[in-house]
């Protein structure tokens, strides 16, 4: 079918390589179908409010290797269960989807383009369901979407974390210091294990694999026994030990999002192995800088793929699907497969085989 005007927004968490989906789009409906393109802006909330811009050609051409969303992006604002705070502190939750619904007819879209990872693109089945010619298009640096060999956004993720290894490397091994580094990763430990792996690191743990802090301290002792006190250790947010809970933080945000915060198990696991052995223990917390920046080449090229190939399913009318990375070639997967799925590391992985058997500890 011809394309003459599409819509394109950017939800959840951002991630590097997301300005570059945005570019391909442009331009794959721009010169392919003459179409027009209108971005909308703050996620699905620019649905609810009807804030737009045009995008161009033009106006995306020094996109490609920005960080962020040029659109913005939220992860709140689930136009079926919207949260607001009401004057008493308490939370109002509305139903805005037929408002959005409507807002998209009047836009006079002939698709809508959902960039996001599995909580956006599970709205995005919602309103395909109500009607909404609806293409999704995976992101998250979680690398934790199903049916997608890669999301974009992790590459420049784990180059960050690998960065950030390195150079607790030199620092750790100068004072003899064992460093910790929090990084990202809800359910799901690839960035974990993949920039730990890359990175050297004597212990990694997954939220996949719940840690035992002896088995943890018993690899530090082993090393400072064999005449290193400097150990380094990766650990997820994600990351529990057995038989405890996920580290969560109060905020605004978690209420507002109903999802918790994560954050502070690498401050908990110093103060669990300071407790247990007289070394000099640091934690570092990576936080949101592996989310910002210039996407890496491999997200770069990610991003343009996933886009253009949007723009051909939507083309074809194949709505409702979700466009993947099934290696070497781009392929269409339903939404409706995708919902609440979640892909962790397998704990019998090679990958997790590998790391043990060159002596990397999980904490098991
Ligand atoms: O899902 C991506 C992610 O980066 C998670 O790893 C992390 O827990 C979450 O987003 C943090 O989101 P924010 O701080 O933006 O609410």
New binding site residues.
Partial sequence: MALKKVGILTG??D?SGLNAVIRAVTRAAAIEHGAKVLGIEGGFEGLITAHTQELTVRNTRDILTLGGTILGTT?KGNPFEFREIKPDGSIGVHDYSDRAVDNFNKMGLDCLFVVG?EGTLEIGYRFFLKGVPVIGIPK???NDLDKTDYTFGYQTAVEVACDAMDRLQTTGRSHQRVMILEV???TAGWIAIDAGVAGGAHIILIPEIPFNIDRVVEKIKFRAEGGSPFSIIMVA??AKEEGGDVITQASA?TRL?GVP??GGVGFYLADQIKKRIDLEVRCTVLG?I??GGSPCAFDRVLGTRLGSHAVRAAAEGSFGTMVALKTPDMTLVPLKELAGKVRSVPVDSQLIQCAESIGISMGR
Avoid: V
């Fill in positions: 959840g968490g991630c992860n990872g998250t640096i979680d990202m990763g809800r947010e994600g945000s999002q915060q994560l949101h592996q989310r």
